[in-house]
């Protein structure tokens, strides 16, 4: 079955260390991948998205992911992270240009002072 | 420009009793999608409507879950008779319907059904 998964529950970093957020997805054909965040009460945001081109996405908020096709993955990265970073991520795929978002199971990110 | 709005933000009903959410999408978005997220696990979609048109409803949980687009504007999802495993956060998303394109979420409703 085609999904995307998201290894970690929690990812716990300190402010001003890198932070990663895990995805992987095994989908046939070629993926188009995204992620989003929820902040509290507050609805999903769309962070950034791979269709096709580089590999390396850069985003909003200086996120970025690299779509890494042999090793099935589209991690979530940024290179500082900040307190106001903490909130709930989801990776996604669709299986053609329109229609539905198949979610992850969604990673809550903490960053401490 | 208006993002999609979602009323009511929470709402709290018995076991049995009707419940109807709304969603406004994006001006000129004409694809609409609900979603759906129980506690702790993934968003699954629910349907997704071109215009008034259902597109797909293959995620719709059974025949108590109803959902209508009138004239291809606001749409509505009406549960009845609610049941507790109903609870949950309703997402709806809107998109202009471009290949590629973003599908852009509200803030979701939260049901609780006791």
């Known amino acids: 079955a085609q999904s995307v998964a998201q290894p970690e529950d929690q990812v716990n970093v300190a402010e001003g260390n890198p932070l990663t957020v895990k995805c992987t997805y095994s989908?046939?054909?070629?993926?188009?991948l995204f992620w989003y965040v929820q902040y509290p009460n507050r609805g999903l945001q769309f962070l950034l998205k791979?269709?096709?081109?580089?590999?390396l996405v850069k985003g909003s908020y200086g996120f970025e992911a690299e779509f890494n096709k042999s090793q099935t993955s589209f991690h979530l990265k940024k290179p500082s992270a900040l307190v106001s970073d903490s909130a709930l991520y989801f990776c996604?795929?669709?299986?053609?240009?329109?229609?539905?978002?198949?979610f992850g199971r969604g990673t809550q990110l903490t960053v401490w002072p | 420009e208006a993002g999609v709005t979602q009323f009511p933000s929470h709402s709290v009903i018995e076991k049995g009793q009707t419940v109807t959410l709304r969603c406004d999408p994006i001006?000129?978005?004409?694809?609409l999608y609900w979603y759906r997220r129980v506690m702790g696990k993934e968003i699954k979609f629910l349907l997704h409507f071109v215009k008034e048109s259902k597109q797909d409803e293959s995620g719709m949980p059974n025949n108590r879950f109803l959902a209508e687009r009138t004239g291809g504007t606001y749409s509505t999802l009406k549960v009845q008779p609610a049941e507790l495993e109903d609870s949950g956060v309703y997402f709806c998303?809107?998109?202009?319907?471009?290949?590629?394109?973003?599908?852009?979420f509200g803030a979701g409703t939260r049901l609780s059904v006791l």
């Open positions: 791979y269709i096709t081109g580089d590999n």
């Open positions: 001006s000129g978005h004409d694809n």
């Open positions: 998303a809107s998109s202009p319907g471009l290949p590629g394109d973003i599908q852009y």
């Open positions: 996604a795929y669709r299986g053609s240009t329109l229609g539905r978002l198949y």
């Open positions: 989908v046939s054909g070629n993926p188009y």
